[in-house]
Protein backbone atom coordinates (compact mmCIF):
# COMPACT_ATOMS: atom_id res chain seq x y z
CA UNK A 1 0.00 0.00 0.00
CA UNK A 2 2.55 2.39 1.10
CA UNK A 3 4.51 1.48 -2.39
CA UNK A 4 1.65 2.54 -4.32
CA UNK A 5 1.21 5.53 -2.52
CA UNK A 6 4.95 6.50 -3.32
CA UNK A 7 4.32 5.69 -7.05
CA UNK A 8 1.22 7.83 -7.17
CA UNK A 9 3.33 10.49 -5.50
CA UNK A 10 5.92 10.54 -7.70
CA UNK A 11 3.58 9.95 -10.85
CA UNK A 12 1.93 13.43 -10.01
CA UNK A 13 5.21 15.54 -9.11
CA UNK A 14 5.99 18.28 -12.04
CA UNK A 15 8.75 16.98 -14.25
CA UNK A 16 11.23 18.92 -15.45
CA UNK A 17 10.51 21.13 -18.93
CA UNK A 18 12.68 19.66 -21.41
CA UNK A 19 10.39 21.89 -23.90
CA UNK A 20 12.51 22.84 -26.96
CA UNK A 21 11.35 26.27 -26.76
CA UNK A 22 12.59 26.56 -23.50
CA UNK A 23 15.99 25.70 -23.76
CA UNK A 24 16.40 28.02 -26.70
CA UNK A 25 15.16 30.60 -24.91
CA UNK A 26 17.86 29.45 -22.23
CA UNK A 27 20.07 29.67 -24.43
CA UNK A 28 19.66 33.29 -26.14
CA UNK A 29 19.72 34.49 -22.77
CA UNK A 30 23.08 33.22 -22.15
CA UNK A 31 24.34 34.86 -25.46
CA UNK A 32 22.74 38.18 -24.67
CA UNK A 33 24.38 38.11 -20.99
CA UNK A 34 27.64 37.20 -22.82
CA UNK A 35 27.05 40.04 -25.24
CA UNK A 36 26.80 42.37 -23.10
CA UNK A 37 29.70 41.20 -20.59
CA UNK A 38 32.17 41.02 -23.60
CA UNK A 39 31.07 44.59 -25.40
CA UNK A 40 30.96 46.41 -22.02
CA UNK A 41 30.16 50.24 -22.13
CA UNK A 42 34.00 50.43 -20.92
CA UNK A 43 35.68 49.10 -24.40
CA UNK A 44 35.49 52.44 -26.77
CA UNK A 45 38.59 54.35 -25.84
CA UNK A 46 40.82 50.76 -26.01
CA UNK A 47 39.14 49.99 -29.29
CA UNK A 48 39.31 53.61 -31.00
CA UNK A 49 42.51 53.77 -29.74
CA UNK A 50 43.83 50.13 -31.15
CA UNK A 51 42.69 51.05 -34.53
CA UNK A 52 43.96 54.61 -34.30
CA UNK A 53 47.55 52.69 -33.74
CA UNK A 54 47.33 50.27 -35.55
CA UNK A 55 44.86 50.52 -38.62
CA UNK A 56 46.01 54.46 -39.89
CA UNK A 57 49.28 55.76 -41.10
CA UNK A 58 49.94 56.41 -37.16
CA UNK A 59 51.21 53.08 -37.23
CA UNK A 60 54.51 53.75 -38.88
CA UNK A 61 54.98 57.10 -36.85
CA UNK A 62 55.31 55.91 -33.50
CA UNK A 63 57.56 52.51 -32.37
CA UNK A 64 55.48 49.81 -30.43
CA UNK A 65 57.00 50.82 -27.06
CA UNK A 66 55.16 54.10 -27.14
CA UNK A 67 52.09 51.96 -28.56
CA UNK A 68 52.51 49.33 -26.09
CA UNK A 69 52.53 52.08 -23.25
CA UNK A 70 49.58 53.99 -24.26
CA UNK A 71 47.03 51.11 -25.14
CA UNK A 72 48.73 50.12 -21.21
CA UNK A 73 47.48 53.14 -19.58
CA UNK A 74 44.23 53.24 -21.41
CA UNK A 75 43.24 49.20 -20.81
CA UNK A 76 44.23 50.05 -17.14
CA UNK A 77 42.43 53.54 -16.71
CA UNK A 78 39.30 52.63 -18.54
CA UNK A 79 38.65 49.14 -18.35
CA UNK A 80 40.23 47.30 -15.64
CA UNK A 81 40.18 50.11 -12.60
CA UNK A 82 36.47 51.09 -12.86
CA UNK A 83 35.48 47.17 -13.83
CA UNK A 84 37.12 46.29 -10.08
CA UNK A 85 35.77 49.37 -8.20
CA UNK A 86 32.43 48.92 -9.76
CA UNK A 87 32.72 45.13 -8.85
CA UNK A 88 33.68 45.51 -5.62
CA UNK A 89 31.10 48.07 -5.09
CA UNK A 90 28.43 45.24 -5.97
CA UNK A 91 29.73 42.63 -3.95
CA UNK A 92 30.24 44.66 -1.02
CA UNK A 93 26.32 45.42 -1.64
CA UNK A 94 25.41 42.02 -2.37
CA UNK A 95 23.31 42.86 -5.47
CA UNK A 96 24.36 41.33 -8.69
CA UNK A 97 24.62 42.74 -12.07
CA UNK A 98 20.88 42.90 -13.00
CA UNK A 99 19.84 44.90 -9.32
CA UNK A 100 22.96 47.27 -10.15
CA UNK A 101 21.80 48.32 -13.88
CA UNK A 102 18.56 49.61 -11.80
CA UNK A 103 18.12 53.43 -12.79
CA UNK A 104 18.76 54.79 -9.35
CA UNK A 105 20.95 52.64 -8.50
CA UNK A 106 23.84 53.22 -11.09
CA UNK A 107 24.86 56.58 -10.35
CA UNK A 108 28.01 55.49 -8.37
CA UNK A 109 29.21 53.14 -11.29
CA UNK A 110 28.73 56.06 -13.10
CA UNK A 111 30.53 58.29 -11.10
CA UNK A 112 33.50 55.93 -10.56
CA UNK A 113 34.14 55.57 -14.37
CA UNK A 114 33.86 59.35 -14.91
CA UNK A 115 37.07 59.61 -11.98
CA UNK A 116 38.68 57.26 -14.16
CA UNK A 117 38.43 58.62 -17.47
CA UNK A 118 39.61 62.04 -15.65
CA UNK A 119 42.57 59.98 -14.69
CA UNK A 120 43.50 58.69 -17.28
CA UNK A 121 43.48 61.81 -19.25
CA UNK A 122 45.28 63.90 -16.86
CA UNK A 123 48.12 61.27 -17.09
CA UNK A 124 47.91 60.92 -20.99
CA UNK A 125 48.20 64.93 -20.90
CA UNK A 126 51.69 64.70 -18.58
CA UNK A 127 52.70 62.48 -21.19
CA UNK A 128 52.01 64.88 -23.79
CA UNK A 129 49.87 62.10 -25.90
CA UNK A 130 48.91 63.74 -28.91
CA UNK A 131 45.26 65.24 -28.76
CA UNK A 132 44.15 63.83 -31.88
CA UNK A 133 44.64 60.45 -29.78
CA UNK A 134 43.66 61.48 -26.51
CA UNK A 135 40.16 63.18 -28.14
CA UNK A 136 39.36 59.18 -27.96
CA UNK A 137 39.43 59.31 -24.26
CA UNK A 138 37.45 62.83 -24.13
CA UNK A 139 34.79 61.91 -26.37
CA UNK A 140 34.53 58.66 -24.20
CA UNK A 141 34.57 60.80 -21.00
CA UNK A 142 31.83 63.13 -22.50
CA UNK A 143 29.33 60.16 -23.34
CA UNK A 144 29.95 58.60 -19.96
CA UNK A 145 28.91 62.66 -18.44
CA UNK A 146 25.74 62.52 -20.42
CA UNK A 147 24.46 59.28 -20.33
CA UNK A 148 24.97 60.29 -16.44
CA UNK A 149 23.11 63.04 -16.54
CA UNK A 150 20.40 61.60 -18.81
CA UNK A 151 20.21 58.71 -16.35
CA UNK A 152 18.81 60.75 -13.50
CA UNK A 153 15.27 60.58 -15.46
CA UNK A 154 15.49 58.28 -17.73
CA UNK A 155 17.28 55.36 -18.03
CA UNK A 156 19.73 55.60 -21.53
CA UNK A 157 21.38 52.40 -22.74
CA UNK A 158 25.27 53.15 -22.38
CA UNK A 159 26.15 50.13 -23.63
CA UNK A 160 24.72 51.38 -27.09
CA UNK A 161 26.42 55.08 -26.65
CA UNK A 162 29.47 53.22 -26.29
CA UNK A 163 29.07 51.59 -29.79
CA UNK A 164 27.52 54.78 -31.10
CA UNK A 165 30.80 56.20 -30.44
CA UNK A 166 33.12 53.85 -31.76
CA UNK A 167 30.83 54.56 -35.32
CA UNK A 168 30.71 58.20 -34.50
CA UNK A 169 34.35 58.30 -33.96
CA UNK A 170 35.18 56.08 -37.15
CA UNK A 171 33.41 58.26 -39.11
CA UNK A 172 35.23 61.78 -37.82
CA UNK A 173 38.44 60.06 -38.32
CA UNK A 174 37.56 59.17 -41.80
CA UNK A 175 36.82 62.50 -42.12
CA UNK A 176 40.10 63.79 -41.05
CA UNK A 177 42.30 61.08 -42.35
CA UNK A 178 40.53 61.12 -45.33
CA UNK A 179 39.76 57.15 -46.02
CA UNK A 180 36.33 55.37 -46.62
CA UNK A 181 34.92 53.69 -43.46
CA UNK A 182 32.23 51.82 -45.40
CA UNK A 183 33.34 48.00 -44.29
CA UNK A 184 33.94 50.04 -41.01
CA UNK A 185 30.96 51.09 -39.94
CA UNK A 186 29.11 47.90 -41.75
CA UNK A 187 30.59 46.46 -39.26
CA UNK A 188 30.09 48.74 -36.17
CA UNK A 189 26.49 48.97 -37.14
CA UNK A 190 25.62 45.14 -37.38
CA UNK A 191 27.31 45.24 -33.75
CA UNK A 192 25.54 47.93 -32.72
CA UNK A 193 22.14 45.52 -33.91
CA UNK A 194 23.36 42.69 -31.68
CA UNK A 195 24.36 44.57 -28.65
CA UNK A 196 21.24 46.47 -28.94
CA UNK A 197 19.23 43.26 -29.35
CA UNK A 198 20.73 41.67 -26.24
CA UNK A 199 19.99 44.60 -23.93
CA UNK A 200 16.80 44.53 -24.50
CA UNK A 201 16.44 40.58 -24.47
CA UNK A 202 17.89 41.11 -20.95
CA UNK A 203 15.09 43.54 -20.53
CA UNK A 204 17.60 46.06 -19.13
CA UNK A 205 16.24 48.45 -21.98
CA UNK A 206 13.53 49.30 -24.51
CA UNK A 207 14.01 50.12 -27.81
CA UNK A 208 14.00 53.88 -27.82
CA UNK A 209 16.45 53.72 -25.08
CA UNK A 210 18.74 51.90 -27.08
CA UNK A 211 18.35 53.55 -30.41
CA UNK A 212 18.52 57.16 -28.12
CA UNK A 213 21.74 55.93 -26.77
CA UNK A 214 23.81 55.17 -29.97
CA UNK A 215 22.56 58.34 -31.45
CA UNK A 216 23.81 60.24 -28.67
CA UNK A 217 27.15 58.08 -28.61
CA UNK A 218 27.68 58.74 -31.93
CA UNK A 219 26.83 62.10 -32.24
CA UNK A 220 29.01 63.24 -29.03
CA UNK A 221 32.28 61.20 -30.87
CA UNK A 222 31.93 62.52 -34.07
CA UNK A 223 31.72 66.14 -32.78
CA UNK A 224 34.63 66.00 -30.43
CA UNK A 225 37.44 64.21 -32.75
CA UNK A 226 35.98 66.68 -35.89
Known sequence: METQ?????????????????????R??????????????????????????????????????????????????????????????YRKMLGWTRMEIGQKERRMVPYTISIVCYFMCFYLMNNLRIPHFMSSILVASLAIQICCAVV?????????????????????????????????????????AGLVGTSRMMLRQHSLAQVVTGFLLGAAIAFFIIR
Open 5 to 25: TAHNTLRHLPRPSHHPKTAAR
Open 27 to 88: GMLLFARAVSVVFTPFYLPIVGMTALLFLSYVNQIFPWQYKALVLTIVYFFTILLPSLCIRY
Open 151 to 191: NVWWKISTHSAAIGGVAGALAAYAEKFNFNPLWWLCLVILL
